[in-house]
Nanobody, 122 residues
Framework: VQLQASGGGLVQAGGSLRLSCTASGPGSNRVAMGWFRQPPGKEREFVASITRGGGNTDYADSVKGRFTISRDNDKKTAYLQMNSLNLGDTAVYYC????????????????WGQGTLVTVSS
């Protein structure tokens, strides 16, 4: 499975961005997907994940109520809608794919996209 992430950029605090992650290759329609982020100088952390069918999701406490993960299986694309962005959301965002049903653990994600930078300014 190959993943291509896009949609990062510079946004003011309080603004919104939508990230996309398109999967391709064998098995790309049989994976759960997730978003992680790595703030400057910190380790990668879980943001959100979604099951294969899109019926179940999970979020980090820090983004609940502000971020929404979704997917369009016809397009083999997962999205992360990010609203009410704050300075703490500045990070490189990575999408991942996993054969697990739904997980928050990076080690259970077998495939990773290249990362897209989100910078929130004051």
């Amino acid at each position: 499975v190959q993943l291509q992430a896009s949609g990062g950029g510079l946004v003011q605090a309080g603004g919104s961005l939508r990230l996309s992650c398109t999967a391709s290759g064998p098995g790309s329609n049989r994976v759960a997907m997730g978003w992680f982020r790595q703030p400057p100088g910190k380790e990668r952390e879980f943001v959100a994940s979604i099951t294969r069918g899109g019926g179940n999701t999970d979020y980090a406490d820090s983004v609940k109520g502000r971020f929404t993960i979704s997917r369009d299986n016809d397009k083999k694309t997962a999205y992360l809608q990010m609203n009410s962005l704050n300075l703490g959301d500045t990070a490189v965002y990575y999408c991942g794919a996993t054969p697990a049903i739904l997980t928050v653990l990076p080690r259970e994600f077998n495939y990773w996209g290249q990362g897209t930078l989100v910078t929130v300014s004051s």
